[in-house]
């Protein structure tokens, strides 16, 4: 699986983030795992056009020292569609800007 990963968080880093995501973000039935969707603007023309299969979404798994966001665009209605796939360079550049900007305004460094 392709991710981007950033680790090194200290105890108080991943609180401040779980509390940012719980709030902002939709948890997935798995604890750790939190769905961030893609804005309309980012998605493919493909994607666009499969309406139905939204939001799609990258799945982000926080863990006590280490964020891992998959670059696997994902929708949540049906387990496999032509809408699904890796994120173009687009949409892995637009989620890492949206990580970096959580972080920043967190306050957390890395």
């Known amino acids: ?32 795992i939190y ?3 893609l804005e309309q603007d980012a998605l493919t023309p493909v994607q666009s056009a499969h309406e139905s299969c939204g939001p799609h979404v990258f799945a982000l798994m926080l863990e006590n020292t280490y964020l891992s966001c998959e670059l696997l665009v994902r929708i949540k209605t049906n387990i496999k569609c032509d809408c699904m796939g890796y994120a173009t360079k687009e949409q892995r550049d637009w989620l890492i800007d949206q990580i970096d900007a959580i972080l920043e305004t967190l306050s957390i460094c890395i």
């Open 35 to 37: 769905w961030f969707e």
């Open 1 to 32: 699986m392709k991710q981007y990963v950033i680790d090194g968080f200290s105890l108080q880093d991943y609180h401040k983030l779980k509390k940012y995501f719980e709030k902002y973000l939709e948890a997935a039935s798995v604890d750790g």
